[in-house]
């Protein structure tokens, strides 16, 4: 199996950056679409379904997908022997920021449920301050596993 994965690494890689891709687009695009809605938008109306079409469709058809291929191929890169050295610093700053990013994506699915109920509480404000999270764990991720600092 070892073996397969070390064969495979370069693909394995490959599709682990592009489903990050997809997850980062949705990340940064969907808390936007909450600030519109919110500022911009009649309870009930006909703009206010097609905003929850969108985020609905923006969560479960790009999101959703791209989180679980960005693990499942990031998983295969750790259990890819001799890839990742847990002594050192990257591997745990990239870890705290991904856990985060998870946790973001959940976050906003219970927010996309909020205005599918009409109980959205938060303000266009909030969602904007938000939306700044994934670009923050974005740049700790790719400077771990990139520049590689510390030790
Ligand atoms: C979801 C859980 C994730 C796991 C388990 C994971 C794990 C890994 C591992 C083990 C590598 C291989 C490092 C190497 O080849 O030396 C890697 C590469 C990479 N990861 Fe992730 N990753 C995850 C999420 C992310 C996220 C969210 C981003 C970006 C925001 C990201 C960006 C990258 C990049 C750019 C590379 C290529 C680095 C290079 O070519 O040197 N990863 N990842």
């Known amino acids: ?47 206010d379904l097609m905003f929850q079409t969108m985020e609905r469709r923006l969560l479960r058809a790009i999101m959703n997908p791209a989180m679980t291929a960005t693990w499942v191929f990031g998983l295969c890169l750790v259990f890819t022997p001799g890839i990742v050295d847990w002594s050192s610093f990257w591997p745990w700053s990239k870890a705290a920021a991904v856990l985060a990013m998870t946790w973001f994506h959940h976050w906003l699915g219970y927010r996309r449920k909020d205005f599918m109920r009409g109980q959205n509480t938060r ?29």
């Open 1 to 47: 199996m070892t073996d397969f994965l070390i064969e495979l690494y370069p693909w394995t890689k490959t599709l682990h950056v592009i489903s990050v891709i997809a997850w980062m687009a949705g990340l940064f695009y969907l808390p936007r679409l909450f600030v519109y809605h919110t500022e911009e938008v009649e309870k009930g109306s006909k703009t």
């Open 123 to 151: 303000t266009g404000r909030q969602y904007r301050v938000m939306n700044e999270l994934p670009t923050v764990l974005m740049v700790v991720v790719v400077v771990s596993v990139i520049v590689r600092p510390f030790w």
